[in-house]
């Protein structure tokens, strides 16, 4: 499983401390601009940069940075290492935020640096933490180039290599191109990396269907497990397709985990509007709420068990709703939040805005529109979306 992008600037210079409400260990600092939120519980004033379940995630979660530069990247993998399962660079992000800082897809036009930057992290942080180091790309226009630069990345030392089966022009509706799969997972394998393969993989049978097929080790799932998390269900458990029939199963649990990791509130709310379907009312109730409390209600969740209580709480903790700010103040701290986003590069708000932006354009016809309140969004820190972007291993 692998959690946002996180870049390595801005995992520098936080700090690591467990969040006694949640069990969660988060990295933070003060945020850059001049945020300051006197509604909030002062921890609560310094951005979270990342956060991981121990209990939950260890030894399952990957954490991936966005880097152009070795030394940082060494610098910020060393801060969760001892933390994680694994650290991947991501050398796919087509995106400008990402692509102008020579981050990302950027990489795979200088794969020296590229090679430095995994033969730094093999060297001082895979090998003295003994944990896996990977490379998530994309593949060239031409299949050579594809082929040269893989025969590179995989001496570098790392254990596994994501290929996202399309060029980086390519926007997400088009369809992912399985032509260099094969070369590509023929190549990790003599060399004895891991190959996952990415792209337009929408359930288990599928993903095992063309790991068999192209011969490879795993398949990432990102999109699908957005609106459907069922999508990892084995066939023999009921598959992928019956979260259209059980849907309130799925957003009841889904709720017991947002309350108990108090997952940021904006991210919680796209989540639900990926997961409900735009033809139910509890579609539009689930739009029109404002915090957890109005969410467990218009949901109906309200009598289990003590669900509204903990809403409660939870809001208490977040902040939320935030009714004492005017419009205008609301909408300085949307233009403060997005230029610290700006300023650090970190993309991952978008989708604690509801507009997950990275690396997908959004433009799917049938995308819906959320509606997320500006105070999702007040201390500019990331979004759990640890969710959208799974691995799924043979
Ligand atoms: C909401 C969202 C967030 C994403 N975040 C990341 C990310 O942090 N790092 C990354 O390498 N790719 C990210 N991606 C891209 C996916 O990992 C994946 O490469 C791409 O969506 C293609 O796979 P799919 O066809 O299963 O969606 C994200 C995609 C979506 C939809």
């Not at 979270?48 to 030394?71: C, D, F, S, W």
């Not at 889904?254 to 579609?283: C, F, S």
């Not at 509204?308 to 939870?314: F, I, P, S």
Request: glycine fraction near 8%; aromatic fraction near 4%.
């Amino acid at each position: 499983m692998a959690g946002p992008e996180t870049i390595d600037r801005a995992m520098i210079g936080t700090t690591r401390r467990l969040n006694p409400h949640t069990n969660t260990l988060e990295w933070s600092r003060l945020p850059t601009s001049k945020l300051k939120n006197p509604h909030l519980d002062p921890e609560r004033r310094e951005s979270v940069l990342y956060r991981i379940h121990p209990e939950l995630e260890k030894g399952r979660l990957i954490y991936q940075m966005g880097t152009a530069n070795p030394e940082r990247a060494v610098q910020a993998a060393k801060m969760v290492a001892a933390d994680v399962a694994g650290i991947d660079v991501n050398s796919g992000c087509p995106k400008p935020f990402s692509t102008a800082g020579g981050m990302g897809a950027a990489l795979l036009k200088t794969p020296d640096l590229l090679v430095d930057i995994l033969t730094s992290l093999v060297e001082h942080v895979g090998k003295p933490y003994e944990i896996g180091i990977s490379v998530k790309i994309r593949i060239l226009e031409d299949p050579a180039d594809t082929r040269a630069l893989v025969s590179r990345l995989v001496k570098t030392g790392i254990t596994g290599l994501t290929v996202h089966c399309r060029t980086t022009p390519m926007r997400p509706r088009e369809r992912a191109i399985r032509d260099q799969l094969r070369m590509v997972g023929d190549i990790c394998r003599t060399a004895g990396v891991a190959c996952v393969m990415n792209g337009d993989v929408t359930s288990r049978a599928e993903a095992l269907q063309l790991m068999r097929e192209f011969s490879v080790d795993g398949a990432m799932i990102a999109t699908e497990a957005e609106k459907n998390p069922s999508c990892f269900r084995p066939d023999a458990e009921g598959g992928p397709h019956e979260w259209k029939s059980q849907w309130k199963t799925v957003v009841a649990e889904y709720m017991q985990l947002a309350l108990q990791v108090e997952n940021r509130w904006g991210n919680t709310k796209y989540l639900l509007g990926q997961m409900i379907p735009g033809r139910e009312d509890a579609y539009k109730r689930m739009n029109q709420s404002k915090c957890y409390t109005d969410v467990i209600r218009a949901l109906g969740l309200d009598a289990e068990g003590d669900l509204l209580e903990k809403a409660r709480v939870v809001d208490q903790h977040l902040g939320i709703p935030n009714a004492q700010l005017t419009p205008a103040q609301k909408r300085q701290r949307v233009k403060d939040s997005l230029q610290q986003g700006a300023d650090q590069g970190e993309k991952e708000q978008s989708a604690d805005q509801g507009e997950a932006k990275h690396e997908t354009d959004r433009d799917e016809p049938d995308a819906k529109r959320i509606k997320v309140p500006d105070s999702a969004i007040v201390d500019g820190s990331m979004a759990s979306t640890a969710e959208v972007a799974t691995a799924l291993a043979a």
